[in-house]
């Protein structure tokens, strides 16, 4: 059931921390801080400088959630406890967040109790009325919903953190998902997977260009931010440095970084065990190779979209928000179908299709109007032709202008329909439409 009112939903996986409000999605940012004698910076700014200014670099603050002391120290900042509430102020400002809005907080698997409590007191004298705390592994076994045959098995969950790989195993029962236990892999953990990822890339630069990236400063923060968006974006594998006043080219597949990874990947199947399906987050599903590694282990295996956790938070907003009297941590939850009230349509019958007003790519939806090829779209890198979009009344029609793009069906070879939901591969970019709401 959903809630009868807007409710915020925070998830504070500190390698991808957001914010929504009901379905809007509000913040969007690593958790890192950056802290000088003159300013504190968070998320995609304090990112940004990681590598510039590696000594002011924070990103502990959200795993650690205690009172150890920030060296050196800044303004308004003594300790890590400081780092989280001048963050999750932030976080709430930059959405403009009212105080006293419900709140519902997506923890990682692995947080502690003491930690949880002083998260909780923080987030009370920053203003937020947090409802109850979700554990996230049982937020994506819920969203997952695992298969018929599966009921009254057990489901493992893959997600991960900067600093370790956490691994959810979940008991199904009927229309429940309970959390049974959980194992933070450390050698797992994006930082970790990243720094093989960044020697990778580094060593070819040698070998190719002669540069070394890492000697300096400034080509090493460019590296670093080039990796990240390449794996975040799913797409691409060249990375481009800028020196001397030219650029430097290399072409890291993805299939390199997989296998560089490797044993990182290979810890954490060992944590999978012997359960009966896996779900994989979309943090997780975004590191090259790690789904293909699970699927090694001949279990189903499926992954999460996006907004997976926050639906199932707002599938079970009647049992999270309660009634308001305590703040609960909760480890179980009723999985989608269990939450279903109506009557199921039959099998036969075809879903609704609607007509696409918008093309996504990389994250950035733009009118259809605006490409009517689809290398136009302001965030497609490679340049075009791709293919053709046409919207006549009501219908949108796609036609190929070039000979490698790609349906879900096979080759694009000649014109056809387009509906809401199609997606169509380009040069190893992926191009969705989609229907959005005046």
């Not at 699927?295 to 956790?309: F, I, S």
């Amino acid at each position: 059931m959903r809630a009868p009112l807007a409710v915020l939903i925070l998830d504070f996986n500190d390698s991808e921390i957001t914010l929504w409000r009901d379905d809007a999605l509000l913040y969007r940012a690593p958790g890192v801080a950056h802290v000088d004698d003159a300013q504190v910076l968070f998320g995609d700014e304090a990112a940004q400088r990681s590598r510039l200014y590696p000594g002011q670099s924070h990103d502990q603050f959200w795993r650690r959630l205690n009172a150890e002391a920030v060296a050196p120290p800044g303004p308004t900042v003594a300790n890590q406890a400081d780092l989280v509430y001048l963050h999750l102020k932030a976080i709430l400002d930059a959405a403009n967040a009212n105080a006293g809005e419900d709140l519902v907080a997506l923890a990682p698997g692995a947080i502690t109790g003491e930690r949880l409590s002083l998260f909780l007191g923080i987030a009370r004298e920053v203003g937020a009325r947090v409802r109850a705390v979700v554990d996230g592994g049982v937020a994506g076994a819920a969203a997952g919903v695992p298969p018929a045959d599966l009921e009254d098995r057990t489901c493992a969950v893959l997600d991960v953190t900067r600093h370790g790989g956490v691994v959810s195993t979940i008991d199904v029962a009927g229309a429940e998902v309970r959390r049974r236990n959980v194992v933070e892999v450390v050698e797992a953990g994006v930082n970790t997977v990243f720094e093989g990822w960044i020697a990778l890339a580094a060593d070819r630069f040698v070998t190719e260009t002669r540069l070394d990236p890492l000697r300096i400063a400034a080509t090493e923060q460019q590296l670093f931010d080039r990796l990240w968006e390449l794996v975040s974006a799913g797409e691409g594998t060249r990375i481009e440095l800028s020196h001397d006043d030219g650029l430097r080219r290399v072409d890291v597949p993805r299939e390199a970084l997989a296998r560089k990874a490797a044993r990182n990947y290979d810890a954490l199947a060992a944590a999978v065990g012997a359960a009966d399906a896996i779900a994989v987050t979309h943090r997780a599903a975004r590191l090259p190779g790690l789904t293909e590694r699970m699927r090694q282990l001949q279990q189903p295996v499926v992954e999460l979209p996006e907004d997976a956790l926050r639906q199932a938070v707002l599938d079970n907003a009647e049992r999270i928000l309660g009634d308001g009297t305590t703040v609960r941590y909760l480890t179980a939850l009723a999985t989608r179908r269990g939450t279903e009230t109506a009557t199921p349509a039959p099998q036969s019958a075809a879903p609704a299709r609607y007509p696409p007003t918008h093309l996504l790519c990389a994250g950035v939806a733009v009118p259809l109007q605006q490409c009517p090829d689809a290398s136009d779209h302001p965030a497609c890198e490679a340049r075009g032709p791709a293919f053709d979009i046409r919207v006549d009344d009501t219908q949108v029609h796609i036609t190929p202008t070039s000979d490698d793009a790609t349906t879900g069906d096979g080759p694009l070879r000649s014109k056809r329909p387009a509906w809401a939901g199609d997606t169509v591969l380009w040069q190893g970019i992926e191009f969705r439409l989609i229907a959005v709401e005046p």
